[in-house]
């Protein structure tokens, strides 16, 4: 299997696996990972997440947004002290 995601956040008790992809291409052929993963973990996932260069947000399936980059940087970040 050639199905893999690159990164796996965890949100209060729930999952959130992020594919990244050099391109502004919005089309299931990049979310092959990130479906095969969603399917295998679905009950602990709130959602997956598709970075691209795109310009627009789309939901690719249920639970699989594309999310571009501009957007994905200005999620909440983390507070360190």
């Known amino acids: 299997h050639d199905e893999e995601v690159d990164f ?3 949100r ?7 594919e990244v ?13 990130l479906a095969a993963f969603t399917r295998l973990f679905d009950c602990e996932i709130e959602k997956s ?3 691209n260069l ?3 947000r789309l939901l690719l399936d249920k639970k699989i ?17």
Request: with cysteine.
């Open 8 to 10: 796996i956040v965890e």
């Open 12 to 18: 209060k008790g729930k999952i959130i696996p992020i």
């Open 21 to 33: 992809k050099m391109t502004s291409r919005q089309d299931e052929a990049l979310i092959r990972g």
């Open 49 to 51: 997440i598709l970075v």
């Open 54 to 56: 795109s310009d627009k």
């Open 65 to 81: 947004e594309c999310l571009p980059f501009k957007d994905f940087i200005k999620l909440e970040q983390p507070h360190y002290t």
